[in-house]
């Protein structure tokens, strides 16, 4: 009897594990880089501090230094995990 308690004590917590990671991974920031508005060029940091020509861009993956498929706008990007829904930016 010991070992049934044991292993439905084991789904329990994994299950509970999933739920943590469910609703900490829809809440955590998506990727961001600082490009060039226009070009979509990764830029250094600094450029996207107050006064610089760079903005933030969320998402989106890397080819060749351009950046593309993610948003300038920070909520317009999918956050990743489990039950998250997708939306696209551009």
Same mark, same amino acid.
């Given at each position: 009897?010991?070992?049934?308690?044991?292993? =439905?004590?084991? %789904? %329990? @917590?994994?299950?509970? $594990?999933? @739920?943590? @990671?469910?609703?900490?991974?829809?809440?955590?920031?998506?990727?961001?880089? /600082?490009?060039?508005?226009?070009?979509?060029?990764? @830029?250094?940091?600094?450029? /996207?501090?107050? $006064?610089?020509?760079? =903005? *933030?861009? *969320?998402? $989106?993956?890397?080819?060749?230094?351009? *950046?593309?498929?993610?948003?300038?706008?920070?909520?317009? %990007?999918?956050?990743?995990?489990? #039950?998250?829904?997708?939306? #696209?930016? $551009?």
């Amino acid at each position: 009897m010991a070992t049934r308690r044991l292993r =439905s004590s084991t %789904v %329990v @917590l994994g299950g509970m $594990g999933m @739920l943590a @990671l469910t609703i900490t991974s829809c809440g955590s920031e998506p990727d961001r880089r /600082c490009v060039d508005p226009v070009s979509r060029d990764k @830029l250094p940091s600094y450029e /996207c501090r107050s $006064g610089g020509s760079g =903005s *933030y861009y *969320y998402g $989106g993956s890397d080819k060749n230094g351009r *950046y593309s498929g993610g948003s300038f706008d920070k909520s317009a %990007v999918d956050r990743g995990g489990l #039950g998250c829904s997708r939306t #696209g930016g $551009g």
